[in-house]
């Protein structure tokens, strides 16, 4: 449940040809902290040419965030991605809805986070292959610090029973 699929240093990471291997064709994703910092609405031009990348390649990029629609379109609005706000992380239901509704098969999709008690598990729980990220910023909002807290030990117990579950730079990044 806790455990990730694959750990990434970022997002940037995923490339399209790793996600064709896999047949991926949704890469679902947090806000905060995982497409920009929790705190700013400022995206990088790095963040900007993948998902232009990944729209050309016609792999469809959705935020799925707690937050409101309105913090969600603000922050995104010019970034060509779909939303799916008052997501209820860790919670699957609203993510499949979503799929159930865009007749989405939950294994094409990529579930993309920075944190394992909220984006991991709902993947998990949604049935979707999770990938954790490395948080953009390392402060955080006092609701995520909380969460951080708990997910440091879950982490490093289950790197020291999978010793492949460590940071990586790409999707094929398989190597012991």
Known sequence: MF?????????????????????????MTDLDNTLLPW???EYTLSLRKWLNIMEHAGIDVLVVSN???KRVEKAVN???????????????FVIKKYLRQNKIDQETVLF??????TDVLAGSLSGIKTVLVKPIVETDAKK????RF????????LQIKDKNLRWKDSLHDRNE
């Open 112 to 117: 993309v986070g920075d944190q394992v008690l």
């Open 39 to 41: 705190n700013s609405d």
């Open 78 to 92: 010019m970034l060509p991605m779909g939303i799916v706000a008052r997501a209820k992380k860790p919670l699957p």
């Open 3 to 27: 455990k990730p699929s694959i750990m990434l240093n970022k997002i940037t990471d995923i490339e399209v040809s790793d996600l064709q291997k896999l047949k991926i064709t949704t890469i």
């Open 150 to 157: 708990f997910e440091r030990p879950i982490l490093k117990y």
């Open 67 to 69: 937050n409101s629609y």
């Open 144 to 147: 995520t610090r909380v969460n």
